[in-house]
């Protein structure tokens, strides 16, 4: 078989297999490499290996077997040194080694943010003891956002107001940490008006964005997104020159999720992913080329003459709320048939569940973004998980 390039990928969760769908569409091959068997990218790949990416013997073996032309990483928990080491060698690692090592620890990319290029985040300290904590809280003021430098979507993490609570939140952040390195980040509190992910691709031919998404996180975690989100062009203006300096700062090729928290006209910059954002998910149905389309012709180097919003989006997520090893859906076709808009949904085939992992998702498009927002919550909400036999 012949194929445009073959890539790997590191990661096989919901992103990674419209990623897979995308770059297959190019005519690329993909071996879908996680931790664990039957992940959602994994059933639509060209093939699947199952290790543990933070194992940096296995991660260096499963690269040197399949000789890709890129590796993409999908997750945060990859050993990203042995990245550095095969990018040295030729293999293009997307969108950089550097992005990825910087990205995967909160205080890597609060350095080069804060530090190096001098955006306006929260204030923070990093604190390796809950003496280091309490100094940190001291320097920030209460409330502050305590959150392992190693976790994701929303692990470990808590918010505390009283200075009684810190002690339980340094406890909750080293249990639920990634990796053995016990080390938080103390950050300031932002009371912000909204916050957003501003999808931005670096491509050879310069620096594009998408228009900017407004979601809603519980638990750290999103649960819904909508695309466009009201802002002015001054803010806009602010974010997209702050997203610029860092994914360019961090290099190579690929779309980016830039978090920001706005209040009033002040943006102020939060974390970014080198890769697909979970909710950048409402893009598969508000524009003409999806997060993932995206990623995969920045990466291969193909055009984007333009990116256009088809219509005001949303997207809203399906939890599970148990453990359960034999899952069913109903409710899909009272999903589907929402009147109002355009519908459709995402179930990402994950072999198992566990109380709030997500599931899937539902896409809706509509006149105005409240409304796509309350039909996307709405067909979730008609989509139930039926768990056992
Ligand atoms: N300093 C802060 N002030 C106010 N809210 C915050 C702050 N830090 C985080 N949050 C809230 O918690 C959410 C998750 O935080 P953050 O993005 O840092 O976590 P994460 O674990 O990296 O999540 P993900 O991997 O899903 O992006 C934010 O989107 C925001 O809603
Ligand atoms: N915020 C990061 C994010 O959304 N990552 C997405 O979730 C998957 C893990 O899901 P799981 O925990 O259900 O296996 C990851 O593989 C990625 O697709
Ligand atoms: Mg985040």
């Known amino acids: 078989m012949a194929f445009t390039a073959k890539i790997l990928l590191l990661g096989s969760g919901e992103l990674g297999r419209e990623f897979v769908i995308s770059a297959k569409r190019l005519g690329c091959e993909v071996v879908a490499c996680d931790s664990y068997a039957g992940a959602p990218a994994m059933q639509v790949a060209d093939g699947f290996e199952v290790f543990s990416m933070l194992d940096g013997d296995l991660l260096r073996a499963a690269i040197e077997k399949h000789r890709p032309d890129f590796v993409v990483p999908e997750v945060e928990a990859i050993r990203t040194e042995i990245l550095a080491e095969v990018e040295k060698h030729g293999v293009t690692v997307v969108p950089s080694a550097r992005a990825t090592m910087m990205t995967m620890n909160r205080d890597g990319i609060r350095e080069v943010a804060a530090g190096e290029l001098g955006l306006r985040t929260s204030r923070y300290r990093y604190a390796e003891t809950l003496e280091e904590v309490r100094a940190g809280a001291a320097h920030t003021g209460l409330p502050c956002v305590i959150k392992p430098v190693m976790s994701s979507s929303g692990k470990g993490q808590s918010t505390v107001r009283a200075e009684s609570e810190l002690e339980a939140a340094w406890n909750y952040a080293v249990a639920n940490m990634r990796g053995d390195r016990r080390r938080v980040i103390v950050e300031e509190f932002i009371a912000f008006d909204y916050e957003i992910t501003l999808l931005t691709v670096r491509t050879r031919d310069g620096v594009l964005f998408c228009p900017p998404i407004g979601h809603r996180q519980e638990r750290g975690d999103y ?39 706005v209040k009033g006209e002040e943006v102020i910059f939060s974390e970014l992913s080198p890769r697909p954002h979970d909710t950048g998910m409402v893009t598969l149905i508000s524009q003409n080329l999806s997060e993932f389309d995206l990623h995969a012709r920045a990466i291969l180097g193909l055009p984007i003459p333009s990116i256009v919003l088809r219509g005001p989006s949303a997207s809203a997520v399906i939890l599970a709320d148990r453990d359960a090893t034999t899952l069913r859906y109903d409710g899909l076709a009272e999903a589907l048939a929402m009147p109002g808009g355009e519908v459709d949904v995402r179930l990402f085939g994950k072999p198992n569940s566990r109380p709030y992992r997500r599931m899937g998702v539902t896409l809706a498009l509509a006149e105005t973004t409240d409304d796509a927002r309350r039909i996307a919550a709405e067909a979730a909400g008609k989509i139930r998980i039926g768990y056992g036999d």
């Open 223 to 261: 649960q819904e997104s909508w695309q466009p989100t009201p802002m002015s062009d001054a803010a806009i203006a602010s974010a997209q020159d702050m997203a610029r300096k860092v994914v360019d700062d961090l290099g190579g090729y690929g779309l980016f999720g830039v978090e920001f928290f």
